[in-house]
């Protein structure tokens, strides 16, 4: 991997992280998301025209079901990470969502759609998945080892955390097919504005 790729790889990370953070911190998560996608629709609609618009080229009609599914899984996530976020502990949310979803991406790809992936790749996969959830596990505290009535908070941000990584995982299958149909940019500015 060159130095540029990891650099924009290490970047995109961060701003996730961010927007996360200050949706987590905001006063109403739920208005809050709704402003991030109106602002992501406004930020891509340029670039979205720049790189070739709705050209038949660069988005052809095989990728408008893709779009759609893709739309909805990307919905749902938005509504379930707003909801999460209102009360809920975004050192349990993210780290659970964001680790619990390369390895439904993983598990799918191998089980359910019969791709083959290397060895050291899966491991990898794995590896880094389960770092980052025992980071939010452990957050938790003993709330992790003793899961009650009176502990529900807790039990509730794991599971939604979950719900989110499966709505994730969800999406990423859907696009790693869809964009066999379109140039990255438009088919991301549509989905962003159904979603918005």
């Known amino acids: 991997?060159?130095?540029?790729?990891?650099?924009?790889?290490?970047?995109?990370?961060?701003?996730?992280?961010?927007?996360?953070?200050?949706?987590a911190g905001s006063r109403d998560s739920v208005a809050a998301t709704g402003a991030l996608l109106a602002f992501?629709?406004?930020?891509?609609?340029?670039?979205?025209?720049?790189?070739?618009?709705?050209?038949?080229?660069?988005?052809?009609s095989e990728a408008l079901p893709?779009?759609?599914?893709?739309?909805?899984?990307?919905?749902?996530?938005f509504v379930l990470l707003a909801r999460a976020y209102r009360g809920g502990e975004l050192g349990v949310v993210y780290p659970v969502a964001r680790g619990s979803a390369p390895v439904l991406v993983l598990g799918a790809a191998v089980f359910g759609l019969g791709k083959g992936v290397?060895?050291?790749?899966?491991?990898?996969?794995?590896?880094v998945a389960a770092g980052v959830l025992l980071l939010g596990l452990s957050s938790v505290g003993p709330q992790t080892r003793h899961m009650r009535d009176?502990?529900?908070?807790?039990s509730r941000d794991l599971a939604i955390g979950?719900?989110?990584?499966?709505?994730?995982?969800?999406?990423?299958?859907v696009d790693s097919e869809g964009?066999?149909?379109?140039?990255?940019?438009?088919?991301?500015?549509?989905?962003?504005a159904v979603c918005a």
């Open 40 to 60: 992501g629709v406004v930020l891509l609609a340029p670039a979205a025209l720049l790189s070739g618009g709705f050209s038949s080229g660069a988005l052809s």
């Open 118 to 127: 290397p060895v050291l790749a899966a491991l990898g996969v794995i590896l």
């Open 179 to 192: 964009l066999d149909h379109a140039d990255p940019l438009p088919y991301l500015f549509l989905i962003a």
């Open 1 to 23: 991997m060159s130095g540029g790729a990891l650099g924009l790889a290490l970047g995109a990370a961060f701003l996730h992280a961010l927007w996360n953070v200050l949706l």
């Open 66 to 77: 893709f779009v759609a599914a893709s739309a909805a899984l990307e919905l749902a996530y």
């Open 150 to 154: 009176q502990e529900g908070p807790h």
């Open 162 to 173: 979950l719900a989110i990584g499966v709505a994730i995982a969800g999406y990423t299958l």
